[in-house]
């Protein structure tokens, strides 16, 4: 059965550091998303993705973050200079629309712990 | 603005005990998704149960039920028979489309916890 999967499955890293996180959504999706997960909290949405461009975003997707499909399969996360507060656990998902379920496929996640 | 409500923080029960996971949720959209995810310890987000907001037919899958009411804005969520692996957090969302893609808002979360 088709997947997302993401790498890494957990990353640590220093303050101040650029991180990239990556996806490799379902082929056949379309919209690509990334949500994340402060540990004990809800899962927040960050972005999606549709069509090469960023179709929404919320008020955590600061300048701070970016995201790309640099060719065709996968899907990054890039923080740029990273904070204590960004540690968390990040999913990446895809969706189908256009006759869809209205299901987003969620990765297993990747684990950022920010020293 | 969409919005899902969880209002059980903690539900603690012995094994065999059925257990009622409670979902409350507002949107303005007429057509919407509403999904119950599990999260083990282990992190991944389960996928458990689907429905759309033109079938308010309740339905049973093994041990999982679904109660969805659009006139209280409810999507309630029964495991019969719980078991110890039962335990975990479950998240009620709501998805709709929204510009021009999908938005997909998570409740709080349900900390499950079955006893042995």
Redesign the interface.
């Given at each position: 059965e088709p997947e997302v999967t993401q790498t890494p499955s957990h990353q640590v890293t220093q303050m101040g550091q650029e991180v990239i996180l990556r996806c490799v959504p379902i082929s056949n999706h379309l919209?690509f998303?990334w949500?994340r997960q402060i540990l004990g909290?809800?899962?927040?949405?960050l972005v999606?993705?549709?069509n090469n461009e960023i179709?929404?975003k919320s008020e955590i997707f600061d300048d701070q973050f970016s995201v790309e499909r640099p060719d065709g399969s996968n899907f990054t996360l890039k923080i740029r200079s990273t904070k204590l507060e960004d540690s968390a656990?990040y999913?990446c998902?895809s969706?189908e629309?256009t006759g869809g379920?209205?299901?987003?496929?969620?990765g297993?996640?990747s684990?950022l712990t920010v020293l | 603005a969409q919005k899902v409500t969880q209002a059980q923080t903690e539900i603690s029960v012995v094994e065999k005990e059925d257990v009622t996971l409670d979902c409350v949720y507002e949107t303005r959209d007429t057509t919407y998704y509403l999904f119950w995810y599990k999260q083990p310890p282990s992190g991944e987000l389960v996928f458990l149960i689907r429905r759309n907001s033109f079938d308010e037919q309740n339905e049973i899958s093994g041990r999982y039920s679904w109660n969805f009411q659009k006139s209280t804005s409810s999507f309630n969520f029964t495991i019969t028979a719980s078991q110890v692996v039962d335990s975990a957090v479950y998240f009620c969302a709501l998805s709709v489309f929204s510009g021009s893609a999908r938005q997909l808002t998570f409740g709080s979360g349900t900390q499950l916890t079955v006893l042995p």
């Open positions: 919209y998303y949500y909290q809800k899962v927040e949405f999606s993705f549709y179709s929404e656990m999913f998902a969706s629309e379920t209205g299901e987003l496929f969620f297993e996640g684990r | -």
